[in-house]
């Protein structure tokens, strides 16, 4: 299976939050369908490999991956550093890219893969990348955010 592109419905509605029990099996779902595209780019949703659950995986200045479970923004604008347009690609839309508007610094309540709660601050790159698969889950692509 390869990426969900644009037009098909499931990108466009927000993924169910994983609960508890049976966490492990979407989890599973999700890393078969996602770790053999990850060289396409820097960051995966669910959505984008057919799947309805709340799970993204982004990729860190370090170059190590981290797979989210029911991620939620809490916190934006750490700093006060406000918004950058930010210009992105999407696996889902092809080689088009769109400016988009981005926080520079966000914290991140999720879930890990061992369904341990997590909080994660980031800046920059991993910011945008962070928010760029949220807005996935969300049912939101970068074509909708464009700015005028």
């Known amino acids: ?41 820097v960051g995966i949703a669910a959505n984008q490999v057919g799947l309805t659950d709340r799970i993204c995986t982004i990729k860190l200045n370090n170059g190590r991956w981290i797979t989210m479970l029911n991620p939620t923004i809490i916190l934006i604008n ?20 769109y400016t988009v508007e981005r926080y520079t610094e966000i914290i991140v309540e999720f879930y890990d893969m061992n369904f ?18 949220i807005d996935h889950l969300d049912g939101i692509l970068i074509s909708d955010k464009v700015m005028v």
Request: glycine share 12%.
């Open 116 to 133: 341990q709660p997590q909080t994660l601050d980031l800046y920059g790159q991993e910011a945008i990348i962070a928010q760029h698969e």
């Open 1 to 41: 299976m390869g990426i969900i592109k644009k037009g098909n419905p499931i990108l466009e509605k927000p993924c169910e939050y994983v609960k508890g029990a049976g966490y492990k099996t979407k989890l599973n779902k999700f890393l078969i369908r996602s770790v053999p595209l990850r060289e396409k780019g």
């Open 78 to 97: 750490l700093n006060n550093n406000g918004t950058i347009e930010s210009t992105e690609g999407c696996l889902s839309i092809g080689e088009k890219e």
